[in-house]
C-alpha cells in the first residue's frame, strides 16, 4: 500500500464521485470507497497549498 502523492491536485474532483458511490447498492463498491474516501480525507490538509490551476495546465501541456 503505496500511496502516490501525484494525486493531490485532483483531490477535489475525486471527491464528490467518491461522496456518491458511498450509497452504492454493492456492499463491496461502498466498502472500497469509503476506504479511499477516508485516505483522500486524511491528504486534504497537504492539497491546501497546491496551485491547481498552474498544475492542471502544466499537466495537460504536458499530456497533449
Known amino acids: ?3 502516490n502523492l501525484d494525486v493531490l491536485p485532483y483531490l477535489m474532483l475525486l471527491l464528490g ?3 456518491g458511490r ?3 447498492q454493492d456492499d463491496k463498491v461502498r466498502r472500497c470507497v ?3 474516501f477516508a485516505t483522500l480525507v486524511k491528504l486534504m ?3 491546501v497549498r497546491i496551485n491547481y490551476v498552474a498544475l492542471v495546465h ?3 501541456i504536458k499530456r497533449f
Open 22 to 24: 458511498m450509497s452504492d
Open 1 to 3: 500500500d503505496e500511496l
Open 34 to 36: 469509503t476506504f479511499s
Open 17 to 19: 464521485p467518491m461522496l
Open 45 to 47: 490538509p497537504l492539497e
Open 58 to 60: 502544466a499537466y495537460l
